[in-house]
Each structure stands twice: as C-alpha cells, then as structure tokens.
C-alpha cells in the first residue's frame, strides 16, 4: 500500500527513535550543500556512532524507507521541491584521525583537511592535493576525488562498510571507516606542496562561491573546462546559475539560483558541446 507523506514521515521518526539516532523533522537540504540549493527532506539522521548508523540504514531498508547518505554535500547538486526520500547525515561520524606506521584511519565524518594535517604531524606524504579539497573523506571515497594524478582510489587501502556484527557476508552502501595508506615524506615539503596546491586552487577555481567543484568528468578528449571555454561561454548564466569566469568546469550560484537552473545550465552546456564538437559530456557532480 502506497503511503502518504505523514505516514511516510513517521515512520522514518519512528526509527530515529528505535535506533537511538537523533534527527531532525522538514530539513531544507540547502542548508546542506555548497550550491545552496535543495528542498526538504521529511527526516534527517545525525549518528555520532558508526553502530547507530548502520542501524538507521538497515531499519530503512527494512521497512523500505529510501535514504540517502550526506556527507560535506560538496560535490552535491539537490532539486527543489519536496523530497521523498530521508537523509543520513555522517557529518558526526568523526574522531581522532588513528595513525599505524603509514595509514591513516578515520571515521566517514572525518574532513579532508583534518586527515591531511594529522599526515603532516606524522611526515606522511599523499594528502597535500586533498587538503584543498572540502568535505569529508567518506564523500571523497564515494565519489573517487582527486585531480589527473592522483584519486582517493590510489590511496585507500580499506573501507569499512559495516560493524563487526553486521550478518556474515553482508557489506552495506554506508561507508562507516577509512584507511588510506600513504609514504613517508620530509614535512617541510609536505607543508610546502600544500600552500603551493592551496595558492594553485585559489587561481584556477571559483573559491569562496557557491559551487560544487568540478560539474563535468574530464572526457578522454580534452578537459571539460576547455571544451566549455571554446565556445565562449564563461559568465554564462541561466538565472542566478553562471558558468564561472575563472574556470569554466565549474556553475557558480551568484546568490538565488534554484536547482532548476543550475540543471537548465547543465543541459545547454552538454547541448552546445555536443553541437560543436560531438563529445557528450557527464555529470561528475552528484544530482539528488
């Protein structure tokens, strides 16, 4: 039997509850992203423990309640309107960042920049690219990010999907932990490759704008920036949406753009690429 809203609502309360998960009711998801934009959802979870996480999720998918899982809502583009389905905000997940020779190991929640820092207290090289890079490493590991010469692929050496006591076999979609394994390095250097990777980031991307890093996958091609560039259409806008001055991979909200013309601008960018020179670009952004 199809449920309505009110009963899907309380529900999704009625496991906050079961699970010992505090959430909150009607959450505009806006407030959650780095665009700015997005609706409400019914019910959002914040577990501060991975046990209390994985039951919230395996309730959902007990009593078929879709759930999304958040974590810096960095890379996240959300459309507007009322969303039916409920969010598991890991941005609680987190603690001490756990240092074993080389690895690093984290709760999902944990930011970037704070693994980064905890590697160069302990002269450990890798991270200085990701320190620039906002949002936590459960996202970052989820979404594979990085630039051309180094992804998160390249530095994971587990993922945690689950507690001890999760049935045999049974790997859940909830990124719980991380270990990343890195090499030693002198910290000076590793202290210089950040500012350097920090002043590179403040020259090439829309810093301080409400953004969500880079909109398209680089094609095999060319990168998508350039192909975008050719075509002349930096500043850009649809609404409040605008292709952005400094790199043209990246949609930036002047102040009151809405998903719908973030999602316009998306599409006749890809159109007019496509028209021009035939490659058809995708979406690395995350569209909910």
């Known amino acids: 039997m199809e449920r309505n809203k009110k009963?899907?609502?309380?529900?999704?309360?009625?496991?906050?509850d079961a699970a010992g998960c505090a959430y909150e009711r009607n959450v505009a998801l806006a407030g959650y992203t780095s665009f700015g934009v997005g609706g409400c959802v019914g019910v959002m979870y914040f577990p501060e423990k991975p046990e209390v996480a994985e039951e919230v999720y395996q309730r959902c998918r007990d009593q078929n309640v879709p759930l999304k899982i958040l974590g810096?809502?960095?890379?996240?583009?959300?459309r507007d309107g009322e969303l039916l389905f409920c969010v598991l905000n890991t941005g609680k997940l987190r603690g001490e960042v756990e240092v074993s020779g080389t690895s690093l190991q984290s709760l999902s929640g944990t930011t970037l920049s704070s693994m980064a820092r905890k590697a160069l207290q302990h002269g450990l090289t890798g991270l200085e690219f990701f320190s620039t890079i906002p949002g936590t490493v459960g996202g970052a590991v989820a979404g594979n990010a990085g630039w051309p010469r180094k992804r998160m692929k390249d530095l994971v050496s587990s993922i945690s999907f689950?507690?001890?006591d999760a049935p045999a076999g049974e790997k859940l979609p909830l990124i719980l932990r991380v270990s990343l394994s890195l090499q030693p390095g002198e910290p000076s250097e590793i202290s210089s490759m950040m500012r350097t990777f920090s002043e590179m980031r403040k020259k090439t991307q829309p810093v301080g704008k409400k953004c969500a890093g880079c909109v398209f996958i680089n094609p095999s091609e060319a990168p998508a920036g350039q192909l975008i560039d050719r075509l002349g259409l930096k500043r850009f806008a649809i609404g409040d949406a605008e292709v952005s001055a400094v790199h043209a991979n990246f949609i930036v909200n002047k102040g009151n753009a809405t998903s719908e013309d973030i999602l316009n601008l998306i599409a006749e960018v890809k159109e007019r690429v496509f028209k021009s020179c035939g490659i058809l670009l995708q979406e690395e952004v995350c569209i909910w």
């Open 162 to 164: 689950g507690s001890p």
């Open 72 to 78: 810096g809502g960095t890379n996240l583009l959300v």
């Open 7 to 16: 009963q899907y609502e309380a529900i999704a309360a009625a496991i906050g």
